[in-house]
């Protein structure tokens, strides 16, 4: 994209999607930190510039998208400024403003106010966006869509980052964790549930997709396993005891941290500002906190040059300062004591547990509505329009049932379903092979030996031949579909009606004729495949034959030859053409060879794909503070307690703690001392110490000189 072509862009911008242009250069070429203040009382300045070591520039930046009496705009801000202090001033505007008139505005400033000045119109910024190489950042930052092939190529850094907080370990490990206290919340203030209420309760104080059900069911299963939750009468699953019992003490500690955050501001606001504080504000703005210091840390990512265009996977993190100033502004604080007060409120909140656990679930929520963009990059690609997905037939039959009919409840039927869509509205190009055609045609021919079978409805929604088991799932939950089993399959070709005698490979072209069209109708077009030279097939041969050996798996040779055409030419596509593409397949074997196979695309399921291409979805801030709040107070179930009682044993009792009687009496010492405990006073430190020291002394352990390790007797 040339420099005309983003002076164009810039010149149409409303004074919003003006201002997130302004939000990328200021940061990206000029490297100044900064939040948008404008305002009545902003003195010459709709910019805060913050300084990497804490406090602010006395750098003014004003914008306008005036066209009339900008000039004398420019000259008034300009002196604002300067009373203000500031030292340097910058002037934007998206008009096209002659190099002439901005000189003379700049020589004008300079000399009156003695300060550098520096005015930028579209020109002079689509110049500096293509000089830096952000235009893909500025495409992303007015969500301008982008046609196939215009974007360059996506850094490799940025790849490996994008793929890292999709699919790496520490974010599944988070979402997991997330999802289990999810859980346990729900049974704690719910009591016991059906697991079907409890699944639907757990996504409700999530605010997350449907399509999380599945692994929400697995972290269920996964606390059965672990013993903290247990089955009860009438298939109600309930808290175990020690898992209640944790979530109440965890829960005191979560109160006695929030109470002591909350009086520390609410006492800021009164003494400094006359405002009343609650505990709904105090709620609201410790998440707020909590999403800056986060934002924070990716700042210094970003300056330890790991590159982060769109920032998609943190769009419910982004421009956090700017909601916590906001916040704090409609509570009643003046504009000019904003800054004071948000650096006041973020050094009480600095380094408190409660501000790291509610971190961790504003850290979910961003992962959890991460931009479709931001999936497009982890696989290479700037923009889901410049990928292209090929199916294969274990894919393609699933979703033609589901078009044709509609969408069952089987594993493969919904998740097809959701993927697919997802990629057409995205504008995807998703295409099928003819060999993949063939399967499809070969599988549905072959449908035609299950008719008559009824009296196995139940068994057969399971059947391995796609049409059929889309069949029976939709019969047997009464939805609509034909009488019988040959009359469902004539919906998709006429020529299944047709007499046995015909001959195989006859039959199955004439009902490739029928499909091809259907998929072209559901926007899944024809990939013609030329002849692929041997240089691309080699590899994939024989990783593919490999594979089947090493784990004794047979599998009949032309669809291994089908699968391995595939391969090449996504192989071929992307060496030479420089395509981004994926196949999609339930295959296992396809999976496992694509895995150990370089240069061939990604080959993944529909399931795994949902997770990257499926839409943004912003989450409200009333709902992140409750879930933020509700996770917090699951966290650091009372460990730490444990750990300073077993530490001041060591510190008195030091070797005799091995002794196995002396353990037992320490745990259930331990259990006691946690009953009793009392989280609201603020020297329960001490008072675990005093009590640990007396439940010694009755044991006939006291502190003696010899177990102050490393220190020394100078009498």
Not at 266 to 286: F, P, R
Not at 387 to 408: E, N
Request: hydrophobic share 40%; aromatic share 8%.
């Amino acid at each position: 994209m040339d420099v005309d072509t983003i002076k164009n862009n810039i010149m149409s911008l409303g004074r919003k999607d003006f201002k997130k242009v302004i939000y990328l250069i200021l940061p990206k070429i000029f490297n100044l930190k900064v939040v948008n203040v404008d305002g009545s009382y902003n003195g010459g300045s709709d910019w805060l510039i913050f300084k990497d070591e804490g406090g602010s520039h006395t750098i003014a930046v004003q914008d306008t998208v005036q066209t009339k009496g900008w000039e004398k705009k420019a000259k008034i801000d300009a002196q604002k400024a300067v009373a203000n202090g500031a030292t340097r001033f910058f002037f934007i505007t998206p008009k096209p403003i002659s190099r002439l008139t901005f000189a003379q505005l700049e020589g004008g400033i300079t000399s009156t106010y003695k300060v550098p000045c520096t005015c930028l119109g579209a020109k002079e910024i689509s110049e500096l966006i293509v000089s830096a190489g952000l235009v893909t950042d500025f495409l992303d930052a007015i969500d301008a869509p982008l046609a196939t092939g215009v974007a360059s190529r996506i850094d490799k850094q940025e790849i490996c980052l994008h793929s890292y907080v999709a699919m790496g370990q520490d974010s599944d490990n988070l979402k997991n964790t997330v999802y289990e206290d999810s859980i346990l919340i729900t049974l704690h203030n719910e009591g016991p549930l059906i697991r079907d209420v409890l699944l639907e309760k757990t996504i409700d104080l999530l605010a997350c997709d449907q399509s999380r059900a599945s692994q929400i069911l697995r972290r269920i299963d996964s606390l059965l396993t672990k013993g903290k939750l247990i089955m009860i009468h009438d298939k109600n699953l309930s808290l175990a005891p020690n898992a209640q019992k944790d979530l109440e003490n965890a829960e005191r500690i979560y109160l006695k941290e929030f109470i002591s955050l909350v009086g520390a501001q609410t006492s800021l606001m009164e003494s400094e500002h006359n405002i009343s504080w609650s505990l709904a504000d105090g709620q609201k703005a410790s998440v707020l906190l909590a999403k800056v210091f986060i934002e924070q840390q990716l700042e210094s990512a970003k300056s330890a040059k790991l590159k982060m265009t769109a920032m998609g996977f943190f769009k419910n993190l982004n421009q956090s300062l700017q909601e916590l100033r906001d916040f704090i502004s409609n509570s009643g604080v003046p504009r000019e004591k904003l800054d004071d007060t948000i650096k006041e409120m973020l050094m009480q909140a600095q380094d408190l547990p409660i501000v790291k656990k509610l971190s961790r679930a504003a850290i979910f929520v961003a992962l959890e509505g991460a931009d479709a963009i931001s999936g497009a990059k982890a696989i290479g690609a700037p923009r889901w329009s410049d990928v292209s997905v090929m199916l294969d037939a274990s894919v393609a039959i699933p979703y033609l049932c589901s078009r044709l009919f509609q969408p069952s409840e089987g594993r493969f039927s919904s998740s097809n379903h959701k993927a697919i869509e997802t990629l057409h509205k995205l504008s995807v190009n998703v295409c099928i092979p003819f060999f993949y055609i063939n399967e499809c045609a070969s599988h549905l021919l072959r449908a035609r030996t299950y008719d008559n079978l009824d009296d196995y409805a139940e068994q057969l929604q399971y059947s391995q031949n796609a049409f059929v088991a889309h069949y029976y799932q939709l019969k047997n939950s009464g939805l609509s579909v034909p009488s019988n089993l040959f009359d469902y399959l004539a919906s998709f070709s006429s020529f299944c009606k047709e007499s046995k005698s015909m001959n195989l490979d006859v039959w199955i072209r004439k009902v490739m004729t029928d499909l091809q069209p259907l998929f072209h109708e559901y926007s899944v077009e024809f990939e013609e495949i030329p002849k692929i030279p041997q240089h691309y097939t080699t590899d994939i041969e024989v990783e593919y034959s490999y594979y089947l050996d090493e784990l004794k798996r047979s599998k009949n040779f032309k669809l291994v030859n089908h699968d391995v055409l595939a391969m090449s030419h996504l192989k071929k596509q992307i060496a030479e053409k420089y395509e981004h593409w994926v196949l999609l397949t339930w295959d296992r074997a396809m999976i496992s060879v694509g895995k150990k196979l370089e240069g061939c695309g990604w080959i993944i399921s529909p399931d795994i794909l949902y997770e990257f291409a499926k839409p943004y979805r912003p989450i409200s801030e009333s709902q992140l503070c409750t879930l933020a709040h509700a996770i917090a107070r699951t966290q650091d179930v009372p460990h730490f307690i444990s750990a300073q009682i077993i530490d001041r044993i060591v510190y008195v009792a030091g070797d005799k703690i091995q002794d196995w009687k002396l353990k037992k009496k320490i745990a259930e010492f331990t259990d006691d001392l946690l009953e009793r405990i009392d989280l609201a006073d603020v020297r329960y430190n001490e008072w675990v110490n005093n009590k640990t020291d007396e439940f010694l002394k009755k044991l006939g352990i006291d502190k003696s000189p010899s177990n102050e390790i490393g220190l020394v007797d100078v009498q």
